[in-house]
């Protein structure tokens, strides 16, 4: 059972990136996948959430109206996009799959980087 | 928009116990909030600890418990280690449009 987290991206203010979370070795349809994010030297803040089976999604509000999660069942993949980047947006981007309560598996994490 | 607050930093001496909390801004945490805590030490990815108020997975170490106190969820580290040092984050379920919304992070030095 895994997630595995698509690589580094570096990204000028204004754009948007599209972070891939694919899962591997359980039924993608019977999770939801968390995103939860990491700026330099600050604590974990937490994004939204994905209903793997139906693309329901919730999202913090932070980041309402500015961040997209969608799914591809085809390929048991998570994608967050997140759009009119800012410096602020430099982080760790991580993908988790929670079911009922129970988060257990975590993404490796992935880099994103604003910077003119 | 709800609040999740959680101590910034405790210190505890190897082989004591310590008690983080996490407390709601909307009123008493209960077990439908689904009390999630993780652990995360620096430059690692977060490991989750307890989940559903005080289930473990398999890899949570025995000293490591969940349970709710005084209307809070509460994480007990018991009979500290060294390699417990790390920032506690707890992530509670609310449903609704933002459903999770998860606490500042405590940082347990262990000194």
């Known amino acids: 059972v895994q997630l595995v987290q698509s690589g580094a991206e570096v990204k000028k203010p204004g754009a948007a990136v599209k972070v891939s979370c694919k899962a591997s070795g359980y039924t993608f349809t019977n999770y939801h996948v968390h995103w939860v994010r990491q700026a330099p030297g600050q604590g974990l803040e937490w994004m939204g959430i994905i209903n793997c089976n139906g693309g329901n999604v919730g999202y913090g509000q932070n980041f309402q109206g500015r961040v997209t999660m969608t799914r591809d069942t085809s390929t048991s993949t998570v994608y967050m996009e997140l759009s009119s980047l800012r410096s602020e947006d430099t982080a760790i981007y991580y993908c988790?799959?929670?079911?009922?309560?129970?988060?257990?598996?975590w993404g490796q994490g992935t880099t994103v980087t604003v910077s003119s | 928009q709800t609040v999740v607050t959680q101590e910034p930093s405790l210190t505890v001496s190897p082989g004591g116990t310590v008690t983080l909390t996490c407390a709601s801004s909307t009123g008493a945490v209960t077990s439908g909030c689904w009390p999630i805590w993780f652990q995360q030490k620096p430059g690692q990815a977060p490991r989750s600890l307890i989940y559903r108020t005080s289930d473990k997975h398999s890899w949570t170490p025995a000293r490591f418990s969940g349970s709710l106190l005084g209307g809070k969820a509460a994480l007990t580290l018991s009979a500290v280690q060294p390699e417990d040092e790390a920032e506690y984050y707890c992530l509670l379920y609310y449903g609704g449009v933002q459903p999770w919304v998860l606490g500042g992070g405590t940082k347990v030095t262990v000194l």
């Open positions: 988790a799959r929670e079911n009922l309560g129970c988060v257990d598996v």
